[in-house]
DNA sequence: GATGAATGAGCTTTCATTCAT
DNA sequence: TATGAATGAAAGCTCATTCAT
């Protein structure tokens, strides 16, 4: 005779407190932090009004854990393995990384603008076990594989994989961002053709013309 | 045969909604958009509560008009002229750029998060006569200077200044949004030392190590 | 050198005050008091909003001064003189009488019921020179000319001319409230075919069977 | 497993639900519709202000079943049965019809007026189980009478048994309206004495002289 | 625990009224 | 006297949170 397990579980879930988190998470994905009420997660969770009190804090403590696990949802749903160095061409694996990226932003940043402005969130999200989320895994993975193209020799040894890092995240952002602020667009950025390809070229070759000589 | 002055009126200032419109302006560039009342904008106005509609049709209207001033008031703060083709190096014009993008991004992206998700402030701020704001005019003057060096042969030919433009500004989306996302760190983001450099580096002379032979 | 007049005033108008109170009186005549706003009626105007504290104490003296104004202007509006003991036949004249009270029920009775429960409007209303509007008039003429039909021989010596004037403005009353009540049907009652037919026809003969022998 | 009981709860009353359709129609039957509003509904029926929105759409969807609660505890509280064809005489029960109306339309109808102009009060209303109320079961009770006495021989068979019940529901509408615009009056209208006799009087014999012999 | 109705502060918005001009 | 912007109380409604069951 094991414990009554609550009704509204889905699979794997072990918890009434892991429902809370992944239904909220799907509404975080699905419709941002924005106008979410704590009546909107109950109801996605097929659970009475006042649960969510038996298992956090408040909102916000739930509102940040849904927070983190549609990252890492979004995370754990990029498909394939990021290249490793050696593979392929730098260029072919710079524009994979960006192109990892920027799905992964898209489906994170929204989310994420919603919650600027509610301390009570960030706070609680700064204080859970792996605030590193966000896209950072991401960047440190690319600086890793930048620093493993240059004991190549495929990539100069002066370049500054941290910057790199930056200026392909910065990308992402900067084309999310611009959806967002123009919501009559389409809700998955698709850059302005060619735009991927000059970036690529860019962090390549940079602007400096030929040395002389 | 004239109606009531405000009393609230501050030096400069011709008429209430002008005066609203600063007062909100300023709410706006303190805490963003995200927990904005019309009864805070009233008594930061020194106002009556209702006044706001007699000037605007709704709260967003008025928090559209805000946005727009605190982009004007931003790009207007910003010091000195953006530098021109042939002066200097191109290095120090880069750097150039990017503080200046720095200074004003930090400046208006904290406000436009909290718009994402208003689709009615949105819609409002799209309506307003230069909805060119939020650095777009900043990316256009970067492309121009970058083709203006090209001329003088200062820049590759082959570069590609908007993919250029879009990864400085990206670069400031993604470090106003990192402060922004860790309110625990100052509100004006100082950027790890030696990024800035990098960053210009990079754009500079790429990855790709020299060509062989 | 004659004084300036008001800017507003329209044909016949002698003051501001007259204006104000026709104005009001339109809007009264076509929405009701329901929804009536100072605004409103000083935009139908075409004055300030604030002028009608000049000539009135507040909202609800203009108010009760518009409803007067419409009724004499529904009683004024009837076509016709009503008819004369002696004329035509008694059944002719009852139905004549019935649809006058019925074209003037139909234009006054909206109003009024707007105004029931608000006891500032009915009090400034019964203060009014001629408190005596809302149908009184019609009511009497009515009983008037039945007791000149009695003097004539043409109605029964015995029957109560008050009485048949209550009945047959109830039946107005009756008639525009049900269909205030169900505002899908028409604007203005049409009684059901062969309705006043039958009530004429009451009134004239009654119920009781002719008596035996 | 239950949640919390309203506290505000009055003797034999089921849910909150009830007990907020109860209050509400104690005020509609007190004040009318007309200058209701939610919170002065929550003070009268002791709960807080937010709570009629978790049992009903809109302050309208509660107004509506308060009114329709007062109907029918209107129509409850009729004395006794409406007469039956064959006992007493016709004028005796007439007069009792004529009572009945009064007491029904006295009770009802201010609460009524108001509700004219408020389309939305109005439509939920009539989306109610019985829009029936409102006198017309009274109205359907006498016409019915009446062919149940012109069975008997005791009403004349060219009577008009819903035109007599139009006259006779007309003249409760005349008199209370009178009184409602009268509000120096008495609450419930006190007819002039010999009115009501005289009203039945002219509804059994009518006005036409008797027939020449 | 789980329930879900009750709570009440707080939101945006309207509008009769005032009053400096 | 006419103006019309300023006022501020009050309206309908939402929603995070509590708590008896």
Redesign the pocket.
């Known amino acids: 005779m094991s414990p009554r397990r609550?009704?509204?579980l889905r699979d794997g879930e072990q918890s009434?407190r892991e429902h809370l988190i992944a239904a909220a998470g799907r509404l975080v994905a699905a419709r941002g932090t924005a106008?979410?009420?704590?009546?909107d997660i109950a109801r996605a969770a097929g659970?009475?009004?006042?649960?969510l009190?038996?298992?956090f804090a408040?909102?916000?403590e739930l509102v940040a854990y849904a927070l983190h696990a549609h990252v890492r949802a979004a995370e754990a749903g990029l498909s394939g393995a990021p290249p490793a160095p050696g593979e392929e061409t730098v260029a072919a694996n710079l524009r994979a990384y960006l192109e990892r990226a920027l799905a992964l932003h898209s489906a994170i940043l929204p989310a994420f603008t919603g919650v600027v402005g509610q301390p009570k969130v960030l706070a609680r999200f700064a204080g859970l076990p792996n605030p590193m989320g966000g896209g950072h895994g991401l960047r440190v993975e690319l600086a890793d594989y930048l620093r493993g193209e240059q004991r190549l020799g495929r990539v100069r040894a002066e370049a500054r994989p941290d910057a790199v890092a930056v200026l392909l995240v910065g990308v992402c952002h900067d084309l999310v961002l611009g959806r967002l602020l123009d919501p009559s667009g389409p809700a998955v950025p698709e850059p302005a053709p060619g735009l991927v390809s000059d970036v690529v070229d860019t962090l390549l070759h940079g602007l400096a013309p030929p040395a002389p000589g």
């Open positions: 609550a009704a509204a009434l106008g979410l009420t704590v009546r659970v009475a009004d006042g649960v009190y038996n298992h408040d909102k916000e």
